[in-house]
């Protein structure tokens, strides 16, 4: 397998022996790619290691005869977003969650726009709650995983001013009105909350709340057990409540739209 000019994104990189990289690139064409950049660590190399950074956008060559590529050539398209604070931390978990989701040389219609979409919008400055369960939401969808919101489990249209939560396999499911304690009320979401969701409307930060617990929970199902280390950073930053910042804002510990 050869690749000729290939636009990707570079998802991760980290260092290899001395003076290599190993690369997991989104590629337009061929889906998720590990690559192997060899002597890019070097001082004269610093052009090409930039170029080679998490969401940075880049043209590359390559040549795959194993697992992984080798990389032959790489170039910026243009430059990667500047993100710190919050929503720096909303970068690495948007590219942790392609990472882990989308499999190696698999090519899912959309997933590369999708990625370009939601580092557009980092990068502009968007609500980060909203825009991280559009990208949740999409990514799903992307990966053949996508549910309908819209209505129950059993067909009915999802209700507006009831709770649900979400089953990874059959979708909404309301949870009747008894039943709704603090535990179940931590795992659940307004009906309102998933319509606006379904329909790209964003809700207030009550509602985004509601739907950060059900993704999360959705999220987890499809990771197979093993979480993020997003989730774990943002744990420890003890990252509790309240609803998202634009990038230039300084994070003060209370934005829990990444975890």
């Known amino acids: 397998m050869r690749y000729d000019a290939e636009p990707a994104y570079v998802l991760h990189a980290r260092p290899w022996r001395e003076t290599s990289l190993l690369l997991e690139l989104l590629t337009e064409h061929h889906g998720r790619v590990g690559v192997v950049a060899r002597g890019v660590q070097g001082p004269k190399r610093h052009v090409l290691r930039a170029a080679l950074q998490p969401l940075q956008h880049i043209r590359f060559d390559g040549v795959q005869r194993g697992e992984l590529a080798q990389l032959r050539a790489a170039e910026a398209i243009d430059a ?149 280390k997003s989730w774990e950073l943002m744990g420890e930053l003890g990252r509790i409540a309240g609803p998202a910042r634009p990038q230039s804002a300084a994070p003060t510990g209370t934005d829990d739209s990444v975890s």
Do not use: C, K
Request: charged letters at 30%; zero cysteines; glycine letters at 12%.
């Open 80 to 228: 990667a977003p500047r993100l710190s604070g919050d929503a720096g931390l909303a970068g690495f978990y948007v590219s942790e969650l392609a990472l882990r989701l989308a499999p190696r040389e698999d090519p899912h219609a959309g997933l590369y726009d999708l990625y370009g979409q939601v580092r557009e919008r980092l990068r502009e400055g968007a609500p980060l709650a909203w825009t991280l369960r559009r990208f949740e939401r999409d990514l799903l969808d992307a990966i053949g995983f996508g549910l309908d919101l819209s209505q129950e489990d059993g067909g009915a249209p999802v209700d507006p001013a009831a709770r649900y939560r979400v089953d990874p396999e059959h979708g909404p499911r309301r949870v009747l009105s008894e039943r709704i304690d603090a535990a179940h009320r931590g795992q659940t979401a307004t009906g309102r909350a998933l319509l606006a969701l379904a329909g790209d409307r964003m809700p207030d930060s009550d509602d985004l709340q509601g739907l950060r617990r059900v993704m999360r929970n959705l999220l987890a199902h499809h990771l197979g057990g093993r979480g993020l």
